[in-house]
């Protein structure tokens, strides 16, 4: 394959399996040319150049080898693409902000045909053969901040006209955004779509959940401490939630969202990530293929989901919008238990639950161990033992955990150890996750992508719930917008083990009180 095969991977692309990956700086040099196709749309705007000028502020980016093309149909100079973007990009100086908008330039043209991508392929090989750049070296990155519906024509495009040269070193990859298809068969279709036009090697499915701080921290908190090692299994823990709240409701996008719903949004791929990386075994090294075979692993262990549990709730007001059909049978909100049947987990439910409109705003990871043995205390009812990692906001992680209460009485109530980022490393800014992802692909690092097999295993077990939810064999209940859902979700929690902490609240630490 022209300029793209990595069959036989350069010293470049290889990653150390004996250290972290973003700890290496890649030793790649020459021209690196990025391009953002829907440059033009919402993600690009507010997520893809505002992180692409972080890196380029921390130094990742250099103005002297990178270059930038925004590419959209969109008619507009390349000051215009400037302007756009201009206000999305925070927290720098006039100077800096005017270096990198510097490095943008626009080229415009449509999706399924080859004169835009002349264009497009033509002012990338301009600043490739420069006199600034090192000869016959040519890094191309292609990310498609588009429809899932224009992938197959857009890399069409990039294969006919824009791939690396075959006489340069280096390599083109092309990052895709989800939706990963809509069930199992349109996401096969659309992984061999892809397939005959790029390796495996090149195609990075980027799930941004993945670049989340506290997510990268699952690996190290189970296997780099020895207090986990021995409590993560089913004798200690007696369930697992992974949870997703938002207070807003779908604000204008009911009709796109009533294609997928709230499974297919977010539990099918975000939390079940999350839920991979909780469940796993340890990988044999940090290779990034060790890695994703483990997570492969249990996906398949997964058993089918019943529908008796199983939780589905559509917010009163949500078909107030006319994109979205009076009969629609959309979930906004969905409670559902994973089993993973093997060694580790056998008897242990994983409850996945996302909603909108609800309460308040968090994801989390929250495992609930078992009670204590021989309670001399009686202090059953004041909660169990539980280790809660706050994905967003205010990330943080605790430990709950039953002391004795202070005074002259042999009283007990629950408090927490606390890990809480903003106090930790007040000097350290934590890295968007759209950051994080972007220079992994610069460097070839796959570890936090999706790989084709684990995309094929998640949508088998999801898929025959979400066909019969399309055939209106599951419904949904309504419920109150900020409210916590349908009640069947907390009763379904209860059934499953799950024991609420009766009277206590975690409150975040804050500077103010030190």
């Not at 006039?94 to 399924?112: A, R």
């Not at 906001?393 to 809480?420: F, N």
């Amino acid at each position: 394959m022209s300029g793209g095969s990595v069959g036989s991977s350069p010293p470049s692309e290889r990653i150390s399996s004996s250290s972290l990956s973003d700890l290496e700086i890649s030793s790649e040099s020459g021209c690196l040319s990025i391009v953002v196709l829907g440059a033009s749309g919402d993600l690009a705007k507010k997520k893809t150049f505002p992180a692409l000028f972080n890196l380029f502020q921390q130094g990742f980016l250099q103005s002297g080898e990178v270059h930038i093309f925004g590419y959209a149909r969109s008619n507009i100079s390349d000051d215009g693409l400037r302007e756009r973007i201009r206000g999305y990009l925070k927290g720098a100086s006039d100077e800096h902000l005017s270096q990198f908008l510097q490095l943008i330039k626009y080229v415009s043209g449509s999706y399924d045909s080859g004169e835009g991508f002349e264009l497009l392929n033509k002012a990338i090989s301009e600043n490739e053969t420069s006199q600034d750049n090192e000869p016959a070296n040519s890094r191309r990155l292609f990310y498609l901040a588009l429809p899932p519906s224009v992938y197959p024509s857009v890399c069409k495009m990039i294969r006919s006209y824009c791939m690396t040269p075959s006489s340069h070193t280096g390599w083109t990859r092309v990052i895709v955004e989800k939706p990963f298809g809509k069930d199992l068969d349109s996401a096969e279709q659309l992984s061999a779509q892809l397939g005959e036009l790029f390796d495996e090697q090149q195609l990075y499915r980027i799930d941004h959940y993945l670049g989340k701080e506290l997510v990268q921290n699952l690996l190290v908190l189970r296997f780099a401490n020895r207090l986990f090692l021995p409590l993560w299994n089913r004798d200690n823990i007696d369930n697992v939630q992974i949870v997703f709240r938002e207070d807003f409701g779908t604000d204008g996008r009911g009709g796109y969202f009533d294609q997928y719903g709230i499974i297919r949004d977010i539990i099918q791929n975000h939390l079940l990530q999350v839920f991979c990386l909780v469940a796993m075994e340890k990988p044999v090294t940090l290779s990034p293929e060790h890695i994703r075979d483990e997570k492969v692993k249990v996906l398949q262990s997964v058993d089918s989901i019943k529908h008796d549990e199983v939780v589905l709730g559509q917010y009163d007001g949500y078909k107030d919008d006319p994109t979205v059909p009076d009969e629609s049978n959309t979930p906004t909100f969905a409670s559902v238990v994973l089993r993973v049947h093997n060694e580790r987990w056998e008897g242990v439910p994983f409850i996945l639950k996302a909603g909108k409109a609800l309460g308040s705003r968090k994801a989390e990871i929250r495992v609930q161990f078992k009670d204590a043995p021989g309670d001399i205390f009686r202090c059953k009812k004041q909660g169990r033992n539980e280790f809660v990692i706050r994905l967003q906001p205010l990330e943080s992680m605790y430990m709950k955990l039953t002391v004795k209460k202070p005074g002259l009485e042999m009283a007990t109530e629950q408090s927490e150890l606390d890990l809480s980022y903003g106090q930790r490393y007040q000097d350290t800014k934590i890295p968007e996750a759209y950051e994080r992802l972007i220079l992994d692909t610069i460097r070839g690092d796959q570890q936090h992508f999706v790989r084709r097999d684990e995309l094929k295993a998640a949508w088998e077990i999801f898929t025959p719930l979400l066909h019969d939810i399309d055939a209106g064999k599951l419904k949904a209940l309504p419920y109150q917008p900020g409210t916590r859902g349908p009640p069947e979700a907390d009763e379904l929690s209860k059934r499953m083990g799950y024991m609420q902490t009766l009277g206590y609240v975690w409150v975040p630490p804050t500077l103010a009180k030190f």
